[in-house]
């Protein structure tokens, strides 16, 4: 079976007749009745009957399911011919997880764009487990995630780490003095930041505590802090975030939790490609601004741009 076989049948389908078939396709109609052979002997049935002194054509039901089956093929085969002509790199297919999208995300994807300019970013935001996952079924190119897990056939790699701090509404009645057991978790605005922080805030507040709101995004996570008696536990960079927009106020407390991590995470067995080299690259150079991020990423070296 090939495109002439395929092209041929469709053609006296549309036309009703072999003679104005071989008329549009410039050939024969001894040519075409072979080609016409040729293929319903590969098939093993018969998909168009054939009369003498009958000029119109007429399908077998056998033909007519045909039909579809030959449309589909001949798109096939139109999209296998372009192959050539695609770019496999057009698109980076990039997942993150919410937070990092508040402080981080904006200004990296404005960079590596104005260095790649032929290539366009398909972003998401997944949490970590699904990144894997994405990762894993070759849905995205490359993810950021927070708390690492083990995939078969996919690598993480810590990129930095920052500090936790405290942040509350400037009109809250909360000082540098404070420690956790001097807070109400009831007035908590609650994001499960890493694994390390959801066991700090266990060993503090209880597995089972009550918080005034539980999110699991940052959409609202400034109108919340404003409520009275508010506050709440974040990563260094987000509180930075906060304070450029909002009547916020942020320090260290006693007994902080452990810096959280930001990973990278990608398909195993093989080394980075361009594209994917140059994103982290640009997420460290925007990361290593940060008075309260320390870079843990092995070196990588960005490619020329394009």
């Not at 937070?99 to 994807?109: E, G, R, T």
């Not at 987000?238 to 909002?246: G, P, R, S």
Request: glycine share 2%; proline share 5%; with cysteine.
């Amino acid at each position: 079976m090939n495109y002439q076989d395929i092209q041929t049948f469709l053609t006296i389908t549309s036309c009703e007749s072999l003679s104005k078939a071989a008329e549009q396709l410039y050939t024969s109609q001894p040519a075409l009745s072979h080609r016409l052979s040729r293929l319903e002997e590969e098939l093993g049935t018969t998909l168009i009957i054939r009369r003498k002194g009958v000029r119109s054509t007429l399908l077998t039901e056998s033909g007519r399911r045909f039909i579809p089956v030959a449309r589909k093929w001949m798109q096939l085969w139109q999209e296998t011919q372009n192959i050539s002509s695609l770019d496999p790199v057009t698109t980076f297919r990039l997942s993150n997880v919410d937070s990092l999208n508040v402080c981080f995300m904006p200004q990296v994807c404005a960079n590596f764009l104005n260095r790649h300019a032929s290539c366009s970013l398909d972003v998401v935001t997944l949490r970590s487990n699904a990144a894997y996952r994405a990762v894993e079924n070759h849905e995205v190119d490359l993810a950021f995630i927070a708390n690492p897990h083990f995939f078969r056939r996919v690598q993480t790699i810590p990129l930095f780490k920052e500090r936790m701090t405290f942040i509350c509404s400037d009109s809250a009645a909360y000082d540098e003095s404070l420690s956790p057991s001097d807070l109400d978790a009831e007035n908590e605005i609650y994001i499960p930041w890493s694994n390390a922080f959801l066991m700090w805030h266990d060993y503090w507040f209880g597995s089972n505590a009550r918080v005034k709101v539980s999110l699991d995004n940052m959409s609202l996570f400034a109108h919340f802090l404003h409520l009275k008696n508010a506050w709440a536990i974040v990563p260094s960079t987000i509180a930075h975030a906060l304070m450029e927009k909002n009547c916020f106020k942020t320090f260290p407390i006693e007994d902080m939790p452990e810096s959280r991590m930001c990973y990278a995470v990608m398909e195993d067995g093989h080394q980075t490609d361009d594209h994917t080299n140059a994103f982290i690259k640009e997420l460290l150079d925007i990361a290593s601004g940060f008075p309260d991020v320390e870079i843990t990423a092995p070196h990588l070296t960005a490619p020329a741009c394009t």
